[in-house]
């Protein structure tokens, strides 16, 4: 059995929009809140109207922007500077000079998109870089136009945990790692340069079920990490309309990959029992976080 490091709980939510809980240095954060990584200790929780999103943190300034969805398209808007320690709101710039006071007394205008904000792109030391290509001090927001910073080459979803999701594939060692499926027909194989099978993992194999999003697997140091449940996520709500579900709790449990031998342990994780989600939010070297009904956060060791 897994017990956790620490755990934390939030009735108003971990997450909005496409966000996640993750490490930050020495902050745990997610849409609206911060924590100790070390304890879990909270430093605040609130609400913000506009950001909804976290872009990156440094120097004790967590750098976010708002998520829209209108039909087919996402993205994001505005630059927002919140305090990580205090949670206060230290600096917003959605553009320069007089324009940009202006875009900001339109974040006051309830449900207008404002699509003229800038954007943060990525964050280069004590700096932050917009799409527009502005360079912003993260610590007050003020532009620093004679700056010049040499943005990272990889892209953000460059590292393996996110190329086997994106790609369903991932080289190492000449072999293949293999993604197939979803829910019931989730497999994850080895296969060598020829296509042969080296291994292969279903979860159906164990009785046990998998949802297949990001969040339900992920690739860390030579080990895949799969949260499985003892029951389907969802159920019909009607047989006779298989169409329509409810969530499904279920008891979950953490399932570890090797992906040279193919051999799976399984872990049962104490703050995991009759829960309708489970998923990974994050893993940092030996620690993991893992979240439950989208309120409950906890961290676990994982062995190395």
């Known amino acids: 059995m897994l017990e956790p490091r620490w755990t934390y709980s939030n009735p108003t939510g971990l997450s909005k929009w496409y966000g996640h809980v993750d490490y930050y240095g020495q902050y745990v954060i997610g849409q609206w809140f911060a924590l100790d990584a070390e304890t879990g200790t909270q430093y605040w929780t609130r609400r913000f109207f506009r950001p909804t999103t976290v872009c990156g943190c440094a120097h004790d300034v967590i750098v976010a922007s708002e998520t829209r969805s209108d039909g087919p398209w996402t993205a994001g808007f505005g630059v927002y500077g919140i305090d990580a320690q205090t949670g206060k709101l230290r600096w917003v710039n959605h553009g320069r ?171 049962p994780m104490a703050n995991a029992k009759q829960r309708k989600e489970c998923r990974i939010e994050s893993i940092r070297d030996s620690r993991m976080l893992v979240s439950c009904d989208g309120t409950e956060l906890a961290e676990y060791e994982i062995e190395k």
């Not at 006071?101 to 998109?113: A, H």
């Not at 360079?135 to 007050?140: A, G, M």
């Not at 892209?155 to 829910?183: A, C, F």
């Not at 690739?219 to 006779?240: M, S």
């Open 97 to 267: 000079g007089l324009w940009g006071k202006l875009l900001r007394c339109f974040d006051y205008v309830p449900g207008f998109t404002n699509e003229f904000r800038d954007v943060p792109k990525c964050l280069v030391d004590q700096y932050v870089v917009t799409t527009r290509g502005r360079i912003l001090d993260v610590r007050t927001g003020h532009d620093c136009s004679s700056v010049k910073t040499n943005e990272p080459n990889n892209e953000d979803r460059s590292g393996p945990q996110h190329k086997l999701y994106d790609n369903k594939t991932l080289e190492t060692d000449g072999h293949t790692i293999k993604v197939e499926g979803h829910r019931d027909d989730f497999v994850i194989l080895r296969r060598d340069k020829n296509g042969n099978d080296i291994w292969r993992f279903a979860a159906k194999d164990l009785s046990l079920h998998v949802d297949g999003n990001y969040y339900s697997y992920r690739f860390h140091d030579g080990r895949i990490f799969i949260i499985l449940g003892d029951a389907p996520n969802y159920v019909p709500i009607n047989e006779a309309e298989p169409l329509y579900v409810k969530p499904n709790p279920a008891n979950y449990q953490l399932g570890i990959l090797d992906v040279s031998s193919g051999k799976c342990k399984l872990a």
